[in-house]
């Protein structure tokens, strides 16, 4: 079956400008997850939904990060307002329910802030 | 508050070798669970094995054994008879389950030479 996908696969913005990253998980999967990636510091979790909840906000680095999560389906991380270390590799896991289910990972939207 | 440490970040092995990945935590959860995952150079983060902290039990998939101590706060994963496709970044992760985040490890770059 189809696994988790992300869009757009690369982006490349202004500092200043706004992008929203977009995750489609594994049908069927409640929960969904948001983390990223980059050279300093290794993989860092953002956000965790639970349906269209997200009892768990705690990675997000700062007020200019949200993420919305609809139909129990789809999920949209925003970036307001880039920043050069925005730039990083996001990544969007899904598993069947919340507890500790196996995370599987979409191909991650790469993001560049120039 | 929970670490996962992989003090190897390195490692290179000439084909057919057999090579062990180390991963050490610390949780103070009773409840816990351990994963592996490989990110090979495509990027995409592949799932390998899920243990939780009652099952101490080793396992074996093949090419791929774990061991997990409870004692040493350790999960190792040994590849045996190493091919080039083995080569990836491995990440050692672990979660306390009643929340799902995933803490990971800086991973270890593994590098098979034919």
């Known amino acids: 079956g189809a696994g988790v996908s992300q869009s757009p696969s690369n982006k490349v913005t202004e500092k200043g400008k706004d992008v929203e990253l977009r995750c489609d998980p594994i049908?069927?999967?409640?929960?969904l997850y948001w983390y990223r990636q980059s050279l300093g510091q290794g993989l860092e979790f953002l956000i965790y939904?639970?349906?269209?909840?997200?009892?768990?906000k705690s990675g997000l680095p700062s007020d200019r990060f949200s993420a919305e999560r609809t139909g129990g389906s789809v999920s949209t991380l925003t970036i307001q307002r880039t920043q050069q270390e925005d730039s990083a590799v996001y990544l969007c896991?899904?598993?069947?329910?919340?507890?500790?289910?196996?995370?599987?990972f979409g191909p991650g939207t790469r993001l560049t802030v120039t | 508050a929970q670490k996962v440490t992989q003090a190897q970040t390195e490692i290179s092995v000439v084909e057919k070798e057999d090579v062990t990945l180390d991963c050490v935590y610390e949780t103070r959860d009773t409840t816990y669970y351990l994963f592996w995952y490989k990110q090979p150079p495509s990027g995409e983060l592949v799932f390998l094995i899920r243990r939780n902290s009652f099952d101490e039990q080793n396992e074996i998939s093949g090419r791929y054994s774990w061991n997990f101590q409870k004692s040493t706060s350790s999960f190792n994963f040994t590849i045996t008879a190493s091919q080039v496709v083995d080569s990836a970044v491995y990440f050692c992760?672990?979660?306390?389950?009643?929340?799902?985040?995933?803490?990971f490890g800086k991973g270890i770059t593994l590098s098979v030479r034919p």
């Open positions: 992760a672990l979660t306390p389950g009643a929340n799902s985040k995933l803490t």
């Open positions: 896991a899904s598993s069947l329910g919340g507890g500790a289910g196996e995370q599987y």
């Open positions: 049908s069927g999967h409640t929960a």
């Open positions: 939904f639970q349906g269209n909840s997200a009892p768990d």
